[in-house]
């Protein structure tokens, strides 16, 4: 496929390059996503957030016209019902070891169709940019072999592109951000930190919660679905008999 894409910080030039994304999202079961939520979520609250924020992240990756292949990992039987009848390829997560193991496995799936870059991506990050995301595939075009963009404490790892054939391993997980960057180093493989803002904002804790909400109201027609299901709990709170 040759790509064009306005490339980061060019006022108005393009460029053109021969590439074969794909988006490889690991999507660990709703109803035992988001635990850290547990103080402010009931499971059934947590269990639909996660469903929504991947339904947003989902039609994000739909509407990103580079992508060649949608690769979801995951052992929850319901995401087969939210993407039936859609583009995307499923690899069955059958032992759910992780985010890294599911995006080894994702990353093998993308080397088999033949696949020259491969973006991991978050279900959690339900206001993504397809521009944003695109724009990380134009950086790694660009020479870089590793692009990571972490997460909005600058600790964690929210997204990899990386050569899904190529040597590098994802090792997702507290304090990520560094095992990444050293990882690319002592491998000889140049990396980049990017961080645009529609793939920072993860949501793991009530803080994460709350910047959402923010983020939300400055993002109008963003994240339909996530939208509606804080609006769901905050109405069900709200309906709440207040204690005598």
Same mark, same amino acid.
């Given at each position: ?15 053109? *390059? ?8 690991? !999507?660990?079961? *709703? ?36 992508? &060649? ?20 390829? !499923? ?56 692009? !990571? !963009? ?17 040597? *590098?391993?994802? &090792? *997702? ?72």
């Amino acid at each position: 496929m040759r790509a064009r894409s306005r490339a980061d910080g060019l006022q108005g030039e393009y460029v053109s *390059f021969d590439v074969r994304p794909a988006a490889i999202l690991p !999507v660990k079961s *709703f109803e035992s996503a988001k635990q850290r939520l547990g103080e402010v979520l009931g499971s059934g609250s947590r269990a639909a957030l996660a469903a929504a924020m991947f339904s947003d992240v989902l039609g994000a990756l739909e509407r990103a016209h580079m992508l &060649q292949a949608i690769i979801l990992v995951s052992s929850d039987r319901k995401l087969l019902d939210i993407v039936a009848g859609r583009d995307v390829v !499923v690899i069955e997560d059958s032992v759910e070891k992780g985010q890294s193991h599911a995006a080894r496995a994702g990353l093998a799936r993308a080397t088999a169709m033949g696949l020259d870059r491969a973006a991991l991506v978050p279900s959690d990050c339900p206001l993504l940019d397809p521009a944003e995301l695109e724009e990380l595939f134009v950086r790694a075009a660009s020479g870089i072999d590793v692009v !990571v !963009v972490p997460d909005r404490h600058g600790t964690g790892t929210n997204a990899l592109v990386v050569d899904p054939a190529g040597p *590098f391993e994802p &090792q *997702f997980g507290p304090g990520s951000l560094k095992r990444h960057t050293e990882q690319a180093e002592q491998r000889g493989l140049s990396a980049a930190i990017d961080r645009p803002a529609s793939l920072t904002l993860d949501v793991d804790t009530e803080d994460d919660l709350v910047a959402l909400g923010i983020a939300l109201e400055r993002s109008h027609g963003r994240a339909p679905r996530t939208r509606g299901v804080l609006r769901q709990i905050e109405r069900t709170r709200d309906s709440r008999p207040v204690a005598a």
